[in-house]
């Protein structure tokens, strides 16, 4: 079974200065790997989503995340974080079940990000 | 806006009661899926409907069930309740499986307090 292990439960960090949100996967074949965020009474809304090709990708709101098989990681980061970036931010990976359409993700826990102005 | 819809946003209910949560998914998306998020357990897949058909099934207790109707809404039934029951539970909605739509969009949520 898959399973999304991210370490940290809450980071704080001083706006301008740099961000990396740690995701480690457990899964058997090539994962699909995905990053939300969910601010305060929101839902989640995705950043950037890896399926196949460049192992860096590119997402929303400045992000981006990078793909290493060896280490089994789906790091997230950002060069200079703004205070709206203050949110919780989820790791996942999706693998397509049995039938037609089955598909499901598995979430890690989540890492609360707090930003000091 | 990410197009997924969640009807109520707050619901407060008894210990024993039964519930109906309600979720519209993107226009032409096919496959929706039901999460549960509480302090305790995190983000958990309940269940997923494709095209009106059940088709992926989490860690959903046999007091929930949920269908998917003809026009594609679904709607969660979480009944007997228990005051654990408590969490906010996520409706998100896809064009299909993987490899033919690429990300899920998540409703707003249902916050389900149960006393």
């Known amino acids: 079974a898959q399973s999304v292990t991210q370490p940290d439960i809450h980071i704080t960090v001083s706006e301008g200065a740099s961000l990396e949100l740690r995701c480690n996967y457990s899964?058997?074949?090539?994962?699909?790997l995905f990053w939300y965020v969910q601010s305060p009474g929101q839902g989640l809304q995705l950043l950037l989503k890896?399926?196949?090709?460049?192992?860096l990708v590119q997402g929303i709101k400045g992000f981006e995340a990078e793909f290493k098989r060896s280490q089994s990681s789906f790091n997230l980061r950002k060069p200079s974080v703004h205070w709206s970036d203050a949110a919780e931010y989820f790791c996942?990976?999706?693998?397509?079940?049995?039938?037609?359409?089955?598909?499901?993700?598995?979430f890690g826990k989540g890492t609360k990000l707090s930003v000091i102005p | 806006d990410s197009g997924v819809t969640q009807t109520p946003k707050h619901l407060i209910t008894a210990t024993g009661q039964r519930v109906t949560l309600r979720c519209s998914p993107r226009?032409?998306?096919?496959?929706v899926y039901w999460y549960q998020q509480s302090l305790d357990q995190g983000l958990q897949f309940l269940i997923q409907y494709y095209n009106g058909e059940e088709r992926a099934k989490g860690n959903i207790l046999e007091r929930f069930s949920a269908q998917q109707f003809p026009d594609l809404h679904s709607e969660l039934n979480l009944s007997s309740l228990e005051l654990g029951d408590s969490a906010l539970y996520f409706c998100a909605s896809s064009g299909g499986g993987l490899g033919v739509s690429t990300e899920a969009f998540f409703g707003q949520g249902t916050r389900l307090t149960v006393v």
């Open positions: 899964y058997g074949a090539t994962p699909y």
């Open positions: 226009s032409g998306d096919l496959s």
């Open positions: 890896y399926f196949s090709g460049d192992t």
């Open positions: 996942a990976v999706g693998r397509r079940a049995s039938g037609a359409g089955s598909y499901q993700l598995t």
